[in-house]
């Protein structure tokens, strides 16, 4: 969050997972890219990353296919709700826990 | 060159031989022609300056905040209310150590509503941690606002160069205007501790923990408590850096030599007025009348109030035998601020000289030279000086 710059100490975070330390344990619905409808992965080009764009926390990667960093993701569904072609899909976190047991 | 203009008018050229990159001011009397004057250079393309017209002082700050953050050299200037409804960003400002200058023209406070002269609204701002210099005439309105913004880049502290509404801004009187070659060769191109850049993106000031953290390389970073310290600590080193930059000033325009305080025939007095713009230099001749009768009196005037200069106050006032401290602002419920702060920084010498206080020129109430006269041998000769409060003088109720 704060850094020293040279002699003058002032507050400035650089963006990245971590920033805030290790958040979204209490995350409910879980985005999971279906990547038979995502528009890079489909068309193997830069493109879209509306997804990206819009992710409040900065934890989807630009790049193909798009990665969801799920230990600072916090289940919020803007990426799902902005998706143009709809290939994210809010899923219970619940069902996850009992698959990772 | 030479010029016989208003004060207003030395501190917009001052601003223009800066070199200024953004300014954002909004009007209001007495700093009104401040502005104009910034805008005509502007227009004319005389400054190669982006004019930022605004909606208000709180967005004028905001838009200079936003400018020094890219990494502009920024300035703007308001007087009075201005002044308190920029408040929070002044705060802002300095929490953010933004090299910013502002010419505070000086005026009182309402309600009720006055626009003539005190000196409230700056004295009141002097807890937000921006450094606080003053002009008393238009050479030191032209060079102090040169100097500020060498200052203020120096220690990434904002600076105010606060003079007095009217009996500065808007008299006329001689000064010299410095060429832009020797401005050039004293005041260096801009640069800050950091600015922000579109490659390498950060978040400036953004919600900080009351406990250290670790940031995202996994160090340590210091929290709200160390950065507010490093303010406090680099303000009160801000005092050295202001000396050395007044002796590179001097050495090139062959003026300054006394950035801090000011003495009028102090070396031998036993009674020293202390004051704030202006009217320190007002108080030079009743000083000489007095002179004149055999009172060994002199005029400690302050350019520096904040950062509070405690090491050059106590080296010039100790030896004498009373303080008389004119402000024309004061602390409500309590009295006058810089007799406050004297009195503080006084305490701790073995012997210690009497203070006393006196209110005046609160709302533009006009101050006789009679009327500091009488005051002033009255506090210097009588054998029962009052001390401990704050007296009113020139009040006819």
């Not at chain 2, 601020?337 to 305490?347: H, R």
Request: net charge negative; with cysteine.
């Amino acid at each position: 969050m704060a850094k020293k710059i040279g002699q003058i100490v002032t507050s400035h975070g650089e963006p990245g997972p971590g920033d805030g330390g290790r958040t979204g344990s209490w995350r409910v619905l879980r985005p999971v890219i279906d990547l038979d409808r995502c528009v890079p992965v489909k068309k193997n080009k830069m493109a879209c990353f509306i997804c990206w764009m819009y992710c409040p926390d900065g934890v989807i990667t630009r790049t193909i296919p798009p990665e969801i960093d799920y230990e600072y993701c916090k289940g919020c569904g803007i990426c799902a709700e902005e998706c143009p072609s709809r290939a994210i899909n809010m899923i219970e976190e619940s069902r996850f826990i009992t698959e990772d047991e | 060159m030479h010029a016989i203009e208003s004060g207003n008018f030395a501190a917009a050229t001052g601003v223009k031989l800066a070199r200024v990159q953004v300014i954002a001011a909004y009007p209001i009397t007495p700093q009104t022609p401040l502005t104009e004057k910034l805008s005509e250079y502007v227009e004319s393309g005389e400054l190669d300056s982006q004019y930022i017209p605004v909606e208000s002082e709180h967005s004028a700050l905001s838009v200079c905040i936003a400018a020094s953050s890219t990494g502009a050299r920024a300035f703007t200037a308001t007087s009075s209310n201005g002044l308190l409804y920029m408040s929070e960003q002044v705060h802002w400002a300095a929490g953010a150590r933004l090299p910013i200058v502002m010419c505070v023209v000086n005026r009182g406070i309402g309600a009720p509503w006055t626009v003539w002269n005190d000196q409230q609204d700056s004295m009141s701002q002097r807890d937000n941690g921006w450094i606080q210099l003053y002009a008393n005439d238009h050479q030191q309105i032209i060079d102090t606002v040169i100097k500020a913004f060498h200052l203020a880049q120096d220690v990434s502290i904002p600076v105010m160069v606060c003079y007095d509404g009217y009996l500065l801004s808007h008299t006329y009187m001689p000064f010299e205007i410095p060429s832009q070659e020797k401005v050039d060769s004293f005041l260096p191109a801009f640069s800050s501790h950091y600015h922000l850049d579109p490659d390498n993106p950060a978040n400036l000031n953004s919600v900080t923990l009351p406990d250290l953290r670790v940031n995202v390389h996994g160090d340590m970073a210091p929290a709200y408590m160390e950065i507010r310290n490093a303010l406090h600590k680099d303000l009160r080193g801000s005092i050295g850096v202001l000396e050395e930059i007044d002796e590179k000033y001097k050495t090139i325009f062959g003026r300054g030599g006394c950035p801090i305080t000011e003495e009028y025939l102090c070396e031998d007095a036993s009674f020293i007025a202390v004051s704030i713009g202006s009217l320190s230099y007002h108080l030079r001749d009743v000083v000489d009348t007095l002179r004149g009768e055999g009172i060994k009196v002199g005029v400690l005037s302050l350019h520096l109030y904040r950062p509070f200069p405690d090491k050059a106050i106590i080296k010039a006032l100790k030896r004498c035998e009373r303080i008389v401290v004119f402000e024309k602002a004061l602390s409500y419920g309590y009295g006058g601020m810089l007799y406050g702060d004297i009195k503080s920084a006084l305490y701790d010498c073995d012997e210690r000289p009497l203070v006393q206080s006196f209110i005046l020129g609160i709302g533009g109430r006009e101050i006789k030279t009679r009327d500091l006269y009488e005051v002033l041998k009255e506090a210097c000769r009588t054998s029962k000086p009052k001390t401990g409060e704050s007296i009113w003088i020139g009040l006819k109720l």
